[in-house]
């Protein structure tokens, strides 16, 4: 079976480079950037802006390649692939949620942008609370350590150079 997506638009933010990037959307707080829909999807933006906050998937374009194990930027511990949020995965996607600001035609302005400028677009989801908010009991190796991502920068160790899978 193959599986393969579209592009429904393409970011432009202030991250030119991935090296030094907030690594979730709490490092990036007040960070404002944008979604350009491309214009056959822009009716779908129709009362999107009855909603504070969006769910976006993307396509971690800058990354290539993917390990099972890999060191995640809040921990010096090699961790499955699966328990973290790294960006080097079987298939790159990419997930935040950031606040919606103004719809205004095929323009989607947003806050609290941590992604990569020129980043594919996938898919744009309203956030409601009733639905997204689960209480967590457990939240694994993130323990006492979930906090320090309004702080740490990406480095270079998921960003892939010419020819090279991306590393641990």
């Known amino acids: 079976m193959q ?27 007040g ?12 009716e779908g933006l129709h009362d999107l802006d009855g909603f504070s906050h969006v769910i976006v998937l993307y396509h971690l374009h800058e990354v290539a390649g993917h390990k099972l194990t890999v ?3 809040l921990d010096n511990t090699p961790r499955g692939i699966f328990a973290t949020r790294s960006p080097s ?3 790159p ?22 992604v990569l400028d020129g980043t594919p677009v996938l898919d744009i989801k309203p956030y ?7 209480k ?15 702080h740490h920068k990406s480095d270079d160790r998921f960003v892939a150079t010419a020819g090279e899978n991306a590393r641990s």
Request: hydrophobic share 40%.
């Open 71 to 73: 060191t995640p930027f």
């Open 3 to 29: 599986i393969s997506y579209t592009p429904i638009g393409y970011f432009n933010t202030p991250h030119k480079d991935a090296i030094g990037m907030p690594i979730q959307p709490s490092g990036a707080e």
């Open 93 to 114: 996607i990419g997930l935040s949620v950031m606040r919606l600001l103004v719809v205004r035609d095929n323009m989607v302005s947003l806050e609290n942008v941590d």
């Open 136 to 150: 967590a009991d457990r939240i694994g190796w993130f323990a006492g350590k979930s906090g320090n991502a309004t």
């Open 31 to 42: 960070v404002a950037g944008y979604i350009n829909v491309l214009p056959q999807y822009a």
């Open 89 to 91: 995965r079987p298939n």
């Open 128 to 134: 409601v609370p009733d639905f997204d908010i689960w």
